[in-house]
């Protein structure tokens, strides 16, 4: 036996004793995040060496103990200790940090032909589908048997892929090729929550039915999807703004899938339209925020004054009768509340025709439908005022409902959703963020309950809202932009969709949020995908991974911190750390002071050879900018 072995069995036995003593002490176990680094340099080439080191730390406790080890998003593993366990474990040699598990919230149809998406023509033809592209889902698992996920059609997947189907029936196929569940103690890939035409699928369910996302669990799946093979991650989870990036599970493994050329789209929360109130802040992350589309399910209020008030339903009746009936307000109750729903049975053993939902204040105009089985149309808050000072005016006020049914062309879309959480980001105010705005409001979605509450149908949509929605739209356009650029690195592709994203809606007006008003980069980011523009961006801001040492550095995180992000050895006082605001980043978040501010960018261009690029400068009320050089001429593609 070696020197080494010795020391190395010593050390287990004093730490199996601290263990048995612990567990006499305090038997309470907890799941931690442990990272682990090897203090004397060693590289471990081989899985099942690593795996072994890890299991090291646990001593005689063994698999029980053992959540998940992880070989891609971060150097270290996942158990369960209790409290003195883990004061026992900082003390052996490898260790570096150790934290309590959290659990992370969770956060079509007309939506391809808004976003300009046609087929047969176009960028969706141009970009050949998104064929051959892997995009992996992190979210509530799947409903597999779901003609959405038909594969009629598809080619098999790429050689690459080396992920698996988890069922204990037979379910995938060429369009969904993979499928697993990270849900400790839960064994089945299903969906339980209902959370490119020619992309791969590849599911890995993180979330319990009862919306229970463990951070173990998340960096377990992140952890496969990058070994499995994956193009494309996209993430409808994550924590309120301000968690720090050395600790956030979600920036942790996007970080290793960009380290392995994947790009990460992830869902900015929905905590809007308050700010400060983001998730997924990481500068190597696209954070989503959601909009609306210009289809209208039209359900018009007639009042007995012969005023109309456009809302919008779900459900709606043919031939509900035009006949004014006496028009009752009962008190507060919104869409966004529970009550909504409970309520329509009261309203209709009463004798009550319909029921008028109005929005609360906060939000705004922003009509997220409820699904009720019962007549009902939602309207904004200021059209509510106009209804209850309509009320308020005659003894006896009258109303009706008009449904219309589908109304497509609103040239105000698209509108910032009032729910979608907003900038600025608090954990790196110099990123703005959220990155971009996408289709999240009422869009038809594959689901595997009907509205009845029945799981036994195989044609089962349902509209939805959130940024969990506008997520995968953003991840579906990075999948083409992948297919038609392969050698675009993350960093280009996110670039790409921010720097041809529009500021104005449909009619060419800035976009407005859910007040009807102007909105602001906090609301909106860089603006509304614009798929076919990201196709040709001419210019890029690309960002090396070496590049996010010294802003990481700027950030003052302690050189610890550093590595548990890069997962290599960094000594910021030998790096010329800078400011946020100097990252390569496609926009830009300037505190304004008296002094005058300088902030450099390099540009590469992806555009025709022979190029040139002219300056255009649109700055904010009261503030001068002036960008040097004012042209850039190019003879050569990629070259910055």
């Known amino acids: 036996m070696s020197l080494y072995s010795i020391l190395t069995f010593l050390a287990l036995l004093i730490l199996h004793s601290s263990f048995t003593l612990a567990n006499e002490e305090n038997d309470h176990l907890q799941t931690y995040i442990v990272h682990a680094e090897p203090s004397d340099g060693r590289v471990f080439t081989n899985p099942e060496e690593l795996e072994s080191w890890y299991h090291s730390f646990l001593g005689t406790m063994g698999q029980p103990r053992m959540v998940y080890t992880y070989k891609n998003v971060i150097k270290g593993f996942a158990a369960r200790l209790s409290l003195n366990e883990l004061e026992a474990l900082r003390e052996y040699e490898g260790f570096v940090h150790a934290r309590p598990q959290r659990n992370l919230p969770l956060h079509t149809t007309h939506s391809p032909d808004f976003l300009g998406l046609h087929q047969d023509f176009g ?6 589908y998104g064929k051959g592209v892997i995009i992996g889902v992190i979210d509530t698992g799947i409903f597999p048997n779901h003609p959405s996920f038909s594969d009629e059609g598809m080619p098999p997947p790429p050689a690459k892929w080396k992920g698996k189907c988890e069922f204990n029936f037979t379910a995938c196929n060429n369009k969904l090729i993979g499928a697993r569940y990270f849900t400790y103690g839960n064994g089945t ?19 319990s039915g009862s919306r229970r996302c463990s951070e173990s669990d998340v960096l377990a799946a992140m952890d496969a999807a990058i070994e499995d093979g994956v193009d494309v991650l996209s993430i409808s989870l994550g924590w309120p703004s301000g968690i720090p990036f050395k600790f956030d599970a979600i920036a942790l493994g996007a970080y290793a899938a960009v380290r392995n050329g994947i790009f990460v789209s992830c869902s900015a929360m929905n905590r809007g339209p308050s700010y400060g109130t983001l998730s997924n802040e990481a500068p190597w992350i696209l954070t989503v925020g959601a909009s609306t589309t210009d289809r ?6 007639v009042l007995g004054n012969k005023e109309e008030i456009d809302g919008e339903a779900i459900i709606q009746p043919k031939n509900f009768s035009q006949v004014l009936l006496p028009l009752v307000y009962p008190g507060k109750i919104a869409a966004n509340n529970p009550n909504a729903r409970f309520c329509a049975p009261e309203v209709d053993e009463a004798g ?17 439908l409820p699904t009720i089985l019962f007549p009902t149309t939602l309207v904004g808050y200021a059209d509510g005022l106009k209804i209850k000072a309509y ?18 062309g609103d040239d105000r879309a698209p509108i910032v959703a009032s729910f979608s959480s907003r900038g600025p980001s608090l954990e790196s105010p110099g990123i703005l963020k959220p990155d971009i705005i996408g289709p999240g409001v009422n869009i038809l979605a594959a ?14 949509f349902l509209l939805g809202s959130g940024t969990s929605i506008s997520c995968p739209h953003l991840s579906g356009v990075a999948a083409l932009l992948k297919s038609a650029h392969p050698d675009w690195s993350p960093a280009t592709i996110k670039s790409a969709i921010m720097t041809t994203a529009d500021v104005v809606n449909l009619a060419h007006n800035p976009i407005e949020d859910q007040t009807l008003q102007p909105a602001d980069v906090f609301a909106t980011g860089a603006g509304h995908v614009n798929p076919s523009r990201a196709n040709d961006p001419g210019l890029v801001y690309d960002i090396k991974l070496e590049d996010y040492i010294p802003y990481l550095c700027g950030l003052q995180y ?15 006082s030998e790096i010329s750390t800078i400011s946020e ?36 400068i649109s700055p904010p009320p009261g503030v001068h900018v002036a960008v040097k050089p004012d042209k850039l001429d190019f003879k050569n593609q990629n070259r910055s």
Request: charge should be positive; aromatic fraction near 6%.
């Open 447 to 460: 689901s595997p309950v009907s509205i009845e509450g029945n799981r036994n149908t195989r044609m089962t």
């Open 189 to 207: 890939p299903m969906d339980e929550d209902g959370h490119a035409p020619l992309a791969h699928l590849a599911v890995y369910k993180v979330c």
């Open 558 to 572: 302690a050189n610890r911190e550093v590595a548990i992000i890069t997962q290599q050895k960094v000594n910021c």
């Open 391 to 408: 009320i308020n005016s005659t003894s006896t006020p009258m109303a009706t409902l008009s449904y219309k049914g589908t109304v497509i």
């Open 123 to 128: 960028f969706w033809r141009d970009s050949n």
């Open 352 to 368: 009550g025709a319909a029921i008028i939902l109005v929005n609360q204040e906060a939000d705004g105009d922003t009509k997220n």
């Open 581 to 616: 605001s100097q990252l390569n980043y496609p926009s830009f978040s300037i505190i304004f002071g008296s002094q005058v501010q300088t902030y450099t960018r390099t540009v590469t261009n992806v555009g025709e050879a022979n190029s040139s690029y002219v300056v255009k």
């Open 296 to 301: 209208r399910l039209r359900a018009t209020v």
